[in-house]
């Protein structure tokens, strides 16, 4: 009782005042409730039952490189469409419906920074993203290919290819969650980064240079991105794969968060 009686004074100031408690709010919203048990049984289903069906289907030639190798495309071929897909969904949903909710308005009337509101979302969901998400699904689709075909990859060249993985769906949910911060069209912010997702394949016959300096070809292989394999299927399997999509990816991650921060500071609600 007497230990409750006792208060422990913020000391943060500056930007990071209210980042604690915000983010322990976020990750609350994590793993404080079913979410992240929803997030993992439902991609779970889409990624790793696609992966299955072609690991289990019947196959009168082997395709180049063996089955394994096929598993690996697929896998990071998929996970680089249907999980961009679902952080678009959670990105516009972030900032957005706080603000035509009232919610961020009340949350900022209270020694709170605007920067702490909106890197508190981003930290909690890389977090959950990463570990549900990425390096989940990576290791069942590890652990299914090496069962079905009794070949393994390099651990640390595998972890390689997750990372970029990771950085392909960052980039999506940084773009979706830019758009909700700087505007209120929920069109803006489900509508363009699904554009910018769909799109690659016009745009990269019109010019083929935007594979270096955008996130497709990460996961992305085949005719349309001109590839014989992705920059993380590459890496998985320890061939040699160009590093500027990566670095490019890194940088537009930074400059979304850059101009949510910027542009969330000067929004009037």
């Not at 959950?128 to 069962?147: C, D, F, H, N, W």
């Amino acid at each position: 009782m007497a230990s409750n009686s006792v208060l422990h004074p913020v000391t943060a100031r500056g930007w990071r005042t209210g980042f604690n408690n915000l983010f322990r709010k976020e990750n609350r919203d994590w793993w404080g409730t079913r979410s992240w048990l929803v997030q993992a049984i439902i991609w779970t289903a889409i990624l790793i039952g696609i992966l299955a069906t072609v690991m289990f289907a019947p196959m009168e030639d082997e395709p180049a490189g063996g089955k394994a190798a096929l598993g690996l495309t697929v896998f990071f071929m998929m996970a680089g469409i249907a999980l961009p897909i679902g952080v678009i969904i959670m990105g516009q949903e972030e900032v957005l419906d706080e603000k035509r909710s009232g919610t961020a308005a009340w949350i900022l009337s209270k020694p709170v920074s605007r920067i702490a509101f909106v890197l508190a979302k981003i930290s909690a969901n890389a977090i959950g993203i990463l570990l549900i998400m990425v390096l989940l699904e990576g290791a069942l689709a590890y652990g299914l290919i090496a069962a079905v075909t009794g070949k393994t990859f390099p651990v640390l060249s595998y972890l390689g290819a997750l990372g970029v993985l990771y950085l392909e769906v960052m980039f999506y949910f940084l773009l979706s969650l830019m758009f909700s911060a700087a505007s209120n069209s929920r069109g803006a912010a489900i509508g363009i980064p699904m554009a910018v997702l769909f799109s690659y394949q016009f745009i990269v016959g019109i010019a083929p240079w935007t594979l270096q300096v955008m996130p497709w070809s990460l996961t992305n292989t085949g005719s349309s991105s001109g590839l014989a394999n992705s920059v993380a299927t590459a890496l998985a399997q320890g061939q040699a794969a160009s590093v500027l999509p990566i670095i490019a990816t890194l940088l537009w991650c930074v400059l979304f968060v850059v101009i949510a921060l910027w542009r969330f500071n000067r929004d009037e609600f």
